[in-house]
T-cell receptor
Framework: NAGVTQTPKFQVLKTGQSMTLQCAQD?????MSWYRQDPGMGLRLIHY???????DQGEVPNGYNVSRSTTEDFPLRLLSAAPSQTSVYFC??????????FGNGTRLTVT | AQKITQTQPGMFVQEKEAVTLDCTYDTSDQSYGLFWYKQPSSGEMIFLIYQGSYDEQNATEGRYSLNFQKARKSANLVISASQLGDSAMYFCAMGTSGTYKYIFGTGTRLKVLA
């Protein structure tokens, strides 16, 4: 009964480094998405996917890449980290029109 | 464009009293869903309640109810008999059938006072 699994929980990067945040779900949800949470700004949608091979941009996509090769996995890639990407990142999944199921979040600090 | 607005950055309520958290939304889609989530200080996102745009009755889940006024495009969360454990951040969210996106408001931080 894993639900949505995000790794890592914490990460510290130096400016310019790259990394991938992993997200996996075992509920056969077609919809998956990434959000970032910053104080006073709520959750902002970065990228989302409505099925394997299909991705689209959200509100704040710049600096992030995604791919969806399987139904289960939706990794988020930071190609060249910047201090402005310091945030808490959430992955979420759902069936269409149903409530989102969230991972436990990744706290990322870029120095 | 879709938008969710939560105009109350912070709220206080006395234990055992009811509180209403405001949420207004904007969308041109006819089919959409409205959701409320709770985020305690531990950080996880907890789903509370859902209202579909075609639902004629307001949704209720235990002490939570959603005051849905479609003409006003509002979907306020009502928490009855507040408990200390209700102290948390609350987010209103919307998902539409047209864009398949889920967007969130900026949240309301609720503090329940003993």
């Amino acid at each position: 009964n894993a639900g949505v699994t995000q790794t890592p929980k914490f990460q510290v990067l130096k400016t310019g480094q790259s990394m991938t945040l992993q997200c996996a779900q075992d509920m056969n949800h077609e919809y998956m998405s990434w959000y970032r949470q910053d104080p006073g700004m709520g959750l902002r949608l970065i990228h989302y996917s409505v099925g394997a091979g299909i991705t689209d941009q959200g509100e704040v996509p710049n600096g992030y890449n995604v791919s969806r090769s399987t139904t289960e996995d939706f990794p988020l890639r930071l190609l060249s980290a910047a201090p402005s990407q310091t945030s808490v990142y959430f992955c979420a999944s759902s069936r269409r029109g149903s409530p989102l199921h969230f991972g436990n979040g990744t706290r990322l600090t870029v120095t | 464009a879709q938008k969710i607005t939560q105009t109350q950055p912070g709220m206080f309520v006395q234990e055992k009293e009811a509180v209403t958290l405001d949420c207004t939304y904007d969308t041109s889609d006819q089919s959409y869903g409205l959701f409320w989530y709770k985020q305690p200080s531990s950080g996880e996102m907890i789903f509370l309640i859902y209202q579909g745009s075609y639902d004629e009755q307001n949704a209720t889940e235990g002490r939570y109810s959603l005051n849905f006024q479609k003409a006003r495009k509002s979907a306020n969360l009502v928490i009855s008999a507040s408990q200390l454990g209700d102290s948390a951040m609350y987010f209103c969210a919307m998902g539409t059938s047209g864009t398949y996106k889920y967007i969130f408001g900026t949240g309301t931080r609720l503090k329940v006072l003993a």
